[in-house]
């Protein structure tokens, strides 16, 4: 090539290409999809929760999009319906993952809504299921003598109590097990493209 | 019309199109190879001469030695060795050195900090998936944001600035024409660390955008577009003034590339724009495209250049790396949906790029059949030059990784790979055996140039090289093993969940072993690095980095 134009002109037309195909066409497939009736957006303590979620790197092992049972037994495994661009209008950033190291976690408000169980489990997961390899979190939980009135405690299996000590969350991993208990996508919706 | 019809009906009239494209390109002429275009990196003197400039007096003897051999064994007949563009290069080339020695040299300098830094991380992370309770007291330490920090720190800090130093490096060379705006160039280098140091941090305190390849917050992430908008505008400025008549393959690949890292991380950062499931297929497109259209393309690059340079060869054939390079342009920035198979994504999409996939078989083999015939009966040679098994062994593995991943993006593979480690193996097969260890054989090629001084202890970069190879191999072979059979567990519902983690177990333990040794390379590489800037150890020949003097030198490092 001798032409520093040509190259340049072609380089930008074939990234243009791309852009259109892969960015602008979805974008207005998407765009004017309504929210299903039964998705509620999130609340205020819900959208802290989805902070942490996304600032300690949950998306990192867990996906939110369970798959069609025709590709992939998700729902045998209680992870729910296959899941449609309905679901993400209120996800901002969406969230959907890219491993399984961890189960998904688009249900896990339907599968798991127990509140003691999610703080327990975020303190130390081995505690609940014993060859678990997700991280601990004590960073989000305060190891003291008493609780105060207003704290939560955490109920944790005894040989994993400190001893003569109490475990209480703090108001972030309160919010995370807010926005967990909310992920529920168990209402109808009509899928977007027959698949 | 049914279906059939329609895809019947539009085959035949692609190959009208292509029968009508292929007449063209030979009145055109297309198809008569370009030797002299192909040699345009040499001067006279230079073809069938040993170029490494990693080897001492002995070393380079015994290189020159085996060159001199396969001449010998009459490989070149018919073909018209002293075809050379322009005999002055040499000059130009000192004058294109000096210009680009400090620039170049920061961006490696900083590239070589990220480096210890982004192993560090990575080493970190893998260990915490098999000690999940190491390290967990404060949040930074988490695995979420460690693994992240590798990301950054290994992708941007150590990738991209040793990318661009490549491209600042080698574009005045090829132009044959100082560097314009050296002082842009810095400006810009500082602004794009400023840039990725500060989303590190923002990392560890858990401020992010929250998307894979796209965690740096678009308030820092300022920094990086301003900076790259400085560095672009002195290459092209370069480009526009340049001497050389004929603008060599590695040109096109970085000029374009460095257009095309520029506009993807505008567009993948532009705060508000993007939501729901189309911010995933953004985040997707974008994904590949820094992997298929800034990392790849730089590294092709500096294969087209060391590679001949070491072995004193042009490359085989001016006409496959055409093609090679606009296939890949073409197609390779199409195939980010294959990350969201059986994802609530449109179809078409997914369809398409599994299609673009497939295709980016074309360039690979283009590209693989240059170089096997640019390398064919000197492969030996890799015996005597460091510089050239790195180079080999990275377009090697550009191979094996591109076949790989088209093949990985097929529904049936995918189905059993997606969301397992054997993703992540591939991702470093791509990033690690093929891309950095280009990378590495540049710094060992380009340091020299810009400092006049060689390497102080040779042996250092044979074992950099092994321990490298060595590393990605067992975490290739074992985290792929590992992830495959985690895959076939999640697929079975008649097995539990957790058995797809603790299965895994041995082969992460593996991974582990992998990155250790893959760590240590790094930490000799990087060593020797300082060891050599620094001044430390035997002297082999005597410049300093903005000497005056050094004329002598200069002319046998102009190579």
């Known amino acids: 090539m001798e032409n520093e134009v040509k190259l340049i002109t072609g380089a930008m037309v074939t990234f243009a290409f791309a852009v259109a195909l892969l960015l602008i066409i979805p974008y207005f497939q998407i765009r004017d999809i309504p929210a299903p009736d039964g998705l509620k957006p999130y609340t205020t303590a819900e959208l802290r929760g989805r902070q942490s979620y996304i600032a300690n790197g949950c998306h990192y092992c867990h996906t939110q999009q369970p798959r069609d049972s025709s590709f992939a037994p998700d729902h045998t495994r209680g992870w729910g319906r296959a899941a449609v661009p309905a679901d993400y209008v209120y996800d901002r950033p969406h969230l959907l993952g890219s491993m399984r190291t961890g189960p998904d976690l688009f249900n896990i408000g339907v599968r798991q809504p127990s509140k003691d169980w999610q703080l327990g489990h975020l303190y130390q997961p081995r505690a609940y299921v014993p060859d678990s390899i997700m991280p601990s979190f004590p960073y989000l939980f305060d190891v003291k003598d008493e609780a105060e009135a207003d704290e939560t405690e955490v109920r944790l299996p005894p040989e994993y109590q400190p001893e003569g000590k109490v475990v209480v969350a703090t108001p972030e991993a309160l919010d995370l097990v807010k926005y967990l208990q909310a992920l529920k996508r168990n209402y109808p919706v009509i899928p977007a493209e027959p698949q | ?559």
């Open chain 2, 1 to 559: 019309m049914g279906p059939a019809t329609v895809s019947l009906l539009s085959a035949f009239l692609l190959s009208l199109i292509a029968l009508a494209a292929f007449m063209w390109s030979m009145r055109k002429g297309l198809f008569v190879e370009n030797p002299r275009a192909a040699g345009a990196i040499f001067t006279e003197d230079e073809l069938d001469k040993a170029g490494d400039p990693t080897l001492d007096a002995e070393g380079r003897k015994k290189l020159q030695q085996a060159i001199t051999d396969t001449i010998g064994a009459g490989l070149d007949k018919g073909r018209s060795q002293r075809d050379i563009e322009d005999p002055e290069q040499l000059e130009d080339r000192i004058e294109t050195d000096r210009s680009t020695a400090f620039p170049a040299f920061t961006f490696i300098a900083f590239a070589m900090m990220w480096l210890v830094l982004g192993s560090t991380a990575g080493l970190t992370a893998s260990l915490k998936l098999h000690w999940p309770d190491w390290m967990v007291s404060e949040a930074w330490m988490t695995f979420g944001r460690i693994r992240t920090i590798h990301l950054t720190a290994v992708l941007y800090g150590w990738i991209t600035n040793m990318e661009l130093a490549l491209i600042v490096w080698l574009i005045p060379r090829l132009m044959r024409t100082h560097l314009r705006g050296a002082l842009w160039v810095m400006l810009g280098g500082t602004l794009v660390n400023i840039g990725f140091a500060s989303a590190i941090g923002a990392i560890g305190i858990g401020w992010t955008d929250g998307m894979e390849y796209l965690e740096t917050p678009w308030q820092v992430g300022i920094f990086v577009v301003a900076g790259f908008v400085c560095i672009v505008g002195a290459i092209l400025a370069t480009v526009i003034n340049r001497k050389a008549h004929e603008i060599y393959v590695s040109a096109w690949y970085m000029v374009a590339a460095l257009l095309w890292i520029s506009l993807l991380f505008t567009i993948g950062k532009f705060p508000g724009l993007h939501f729901g499931v189309e911010q995933a297929t953004m985040n997707w497109w974008y994904g590949h495209n820094v992997l298929g259209l800034w990392f790849t393309p730089v590294a092709l690059g500096g294969i087209y250049y060391f590679l001949p340079k070491v072995i004193g060869h042009r490359v085989m054939s001016y006409n496959l790396s055409l093609l090679g390079f606009w296939t890949l342009a073409f197609f390779y920035a199409q195939v980010g949906g294959h990350h969201l198979i059986g994802g609530p994504v449109p179809e078409w999409m997914v369809t398409l790029s599994i299609v673009q996939s497939m295709m980016m078989i074309v360039p690979v083999v283009a590209f693989s059949i240059n170089m096997y015939g640019t390398m064919r009966g000197r492969m030996k040679l890799a015996l005597y030059s460091p510089t050239l098994r790195f180079m080999m062994f990275g377009g090697a593995m550009y191979f094996a990784s591109s076949v790989q991943g088209s093949f990985e993006a097929l529904r049936s593979v995918n189905r059993v790979a997606h969301f397992t480690h054997f993703t992540v193996a591939h991702a470093h097969l791509g990033a690690y055996a093929f891309v950095t260890m280009v990378l590495f054989g540049a710094v060992y090629f380009i340091m020299p140039r810009i400092l006049n001084w060689e390497w102080p202890f040779p042996k250092l970069i044979s074992l950099h090289f092994w321990l490298a190879a060595i590393g990605i191999t067992i975490y290739f072979v074992f985290l792929t093993w590992g992830g495959w059979l985690q895959g076939l567990a999640m697929l079975d519902p008649a097995r539990p969940f957790m058995e797809s983690v603790t299965l895994t177990l041995p082969y992460l333990k593996w991974r582990s072993v992998g990155g250790a040794l893959m760590w240590t390379a790094h930490v000799i590489f990087v060593l020797h690095f300082l060891a050599m800037v620094l001044r430390f150890g035997p002297a082999r020949t005597g410049a300093a980095l903005f000497s005056q003097q050094s004329r002598a030198m200069e002319v046998i490092h102009g190579k």
